[in-house]
């Protein structure tokens, strides 16, 4: 499977600024996806990242809210902006590799957010 | 779109025994069915998983079950051990959607 790393591992944040996660891959990966998993919950869905054009969001999230930028095949990143103590969170990079089996999915090591 | 259900959202076994965790999904179009264990404060490991042409599929001491026509599926854990204790989450793949749907998970806690 795919070797992936993100930054920061976690970080502790003032509400009103923005922070911004990398994903990075040891290769190059079909799709890149980006979720939330808040204290104690499942994991959902915020946008698949798109290799060269805008991100897909899911129903509850915007570009203004959470924009992403995929510049490659192996990186993304996810900027959570004007953040509010309710963005506390762990956001997990998410691949399907290109190399891999059909569908197979893979986490990253996530980054937990802590908003004051 | 999918919805995925999942029971029991606790579960306490003594070691050695089996565990059972149930799912349900909705979109009759899904196809892929993975099975992931998360760890206190780790990121959540792809441990078993399923396709639509499949009815069971075994790995070791797990094993999951896919029942097309009831739209469930279900994993099995023989001889449980501590280190089996997690969270355990079920999703479901839809080829249209292109992404995953996750069940809210179940606390698995193996006792000695």
């Known amino acids: 499977s795919a070797v992936i790393s993100q930054k920061p591992s976690r970080d502790i944040c003032q509400r009103g600024t923005s922070l911004t996660i990398q994903c990075q891959v040891d290769s190059q990966v079909t799709m890149m996806f980006w979720y939330r998993q808040q204290p104690g919950q499942s994991l959902t869905l915020i946008a698949t990242a798109n290799q060269g054009s805008e991100a897909t969001y899911e129903s509850g999230f915007v570009i203004d809210k959470f924009p992403i930028s995929r510049p490659n095949l192996t990186f993304s990143t996810l900027t959570v902006s004007n953040m509010s103590p309710e963005d506390s969170s762990i956001y997990l990079c998410s691949v399907v590799a290109s190399s891999g089996v059909m569908n197979e999915q893979f986490f990253g090591p996530g980054t937990r957010l802590t908003v004051l | 779109g999918e919805n995925v259900e999942q029971h029991p959202s606790t579960l306490s076994v003594q070691e050695g025994d089996s565990a059972v965790i149930k799912c349900t999904y909705s979109?009759?179009?899904?196809?892929?069915f993975p099975w992931y264990k998360q760890e206190l404060g780790k990121r959540p490991q792809l441990i078993i998983d399923i396709r639509s042409n499949v009815g069971e599929k075994k790995d070791q001491r797990i094993a999951v079950t896919l029942n097309k026509t009831a739209k469930h599926f279900s994993l099995h854990i023989t001889e449980t051990q501590p280190e089996d204790s997690a969270v355990y989450f079920c999703?479901?793949?839809?080829?249209?959607?292109?992404?995953?749907?996750f069940g809210t998970g179940t606390q698995l806690k193996v006792e000695l």
């Open positions: 979109d009759s179009a899904s196809n892929y």
């Open positions: 999703a479901a793949y839809t080829g249209g959607g292109n992404k995953l749907t």
